[in-house]
């Protein structure tokens, strides 16, 4: 039986010393997979809607965002902004192992249910939910036209949004469902996973110090990047191109998680050694295929080498790093169709 919403609800909280979520509105909640059981952990209920996000200009752990001076702000100084998300989690939340994955979605494209369902049949298999995952999408990207998405301010007198603000989002919601007793799931322990683009925001998203709240909290237990190489991403500048490929220009220094000196500039630094990334570090994994080594500019090696290319280096003991050796960037849906004659 499913759970169907008529009308729409809209609920606004009164606002914090820091801000999360400021409200959300619910369009659709909703049996997951027809009310089927998945194991010990039982029926999923899928929740879908739109949250409603305040950001803080002035907190340090926002100004480096580029334009976050240029937003407009409402009656309280805060910056206003909301984003589409979809929340499945166990009906009954005991049965569940306290753990909630935020799949961060790749152009708006929901990610872990590849690994996750047979897509054409959702009903038939599960492995996440059986081991009692919540699974929870939120949007952080304007310049789609479909799916998952964020409704960003655009920066005063400038024709762009503020792509930055995208990180926040994908932060306070993670806060939200840690920390706020007014959260629709809750969990001691997050993990955010990201393919590809959504894996080079991550890794962005960890760079620029965003695992850490607006409360000085952590935000995410663990990150899971899976084939972004030593990329990040195209969202924290003017007039950012978001959706663009970033083939080539998304591999910048630094590509290492500590610091080390960059041969062209002379600068030292790290993906996690910086004042902004090591204050509240997770746990992360990178995996990568073939394709990131040598195709596509993702220069996966230099994770794990010197920004010359001329030596392995330490990985820190909070990082782990996989090779995926003969994998494609984007494996077919498994098991794959009939062979073709001809």
């Known amino acids: ?49 739109k949250l409603f996000f305040t950001i803080d200009p002035e907190n340090s752990n926002n100004r480096i965002i580029v334009d976050i001076d240029k937003a407009p702000l409402n009656s309280d100084g805060l910056i206003e902004v909301s984003a589409d998300f979809v929340i499945r989690a166990p009906i009954n939340p005991e049965n569940g192992n306290d753990v909630a994955l935020i799949d961060i979605p790749n152009r708006g494209r929901t990610l872990s249910d590849r690994f996750n369902l047979d897509l054409d049949k959702p009903q038939d298999d599960g492995f996440l939910m059986e081991e009692g995952y919540s699974m929870i999408w939120i949007g952080w990207e304007e310049d789609i036209e479909t799916g998952i998405r964020a409704d960003l301010p655009r920066a005063t007198d400038l024709d762009y949004p503020i792509a930055g603000l995208g990180f926040t989002l994908a932060r306070d919601i993670g806060s939200w469902i840690k920390y706020s007793d007014s959260a629709l799931t809750s969990s001691d322990y997050l993990m955010a996973f990201g393919i590809s683009q959504s894996g080079r925001f991550l890794r962005d998203f960890i760079y620029l110090g965003f695992n850490t709240d607006e409360g000085d909290r952590k935000a995410y237990d663990g990150i899971f990047a899976h084939v972004a190489g030593a990329s990040r991403i195209d969202a924290n500048r003017p007039d950012a191109v978001v959706v663009d490929r970033g083939q080539f220009n998304a591999t910048s220094y630094p590509f290492a998680d500590n610091a080390y000196r960059d041969p062209v500039s002379g600068v030292s630094e790290g993906l996690l050694e910086n004042s902004r990334a090591n204050k509240n570090m997770s746990k992360i994994f990178y995996t990568n295929g073939s394709n990131e080594y040598w195709g596509g500019g993702r220069v996966a090696a230099l994770v794990h080498a010197s920004p010359d290319g001329s030596q392995d280096i330490s990985i820190p003991e909070n990082v782990r790093f996989y090779f995926l050796a003969g994998s494609e960037h984007s494996p077919a849906t498994s098991p794959s169709g009939e062979p073709v004659n001809g």
Request: hydrophobic letters at 45%; a negative charge.
């Open 1 to 49: 039986m499913k759970i169907i919403i008529l009308l729409i609800v809209l609920l606004t909280f009164s606002h914090s010393a820091f801000s999360e979520v400021s409200g959300y509105e619910i369009t659709s909640e909703e049996l997951f997979a027809d009310g089927k059981y998945f194991g010990s952990i039982g029926q999923y209920q899928q929740i879908t809607g």
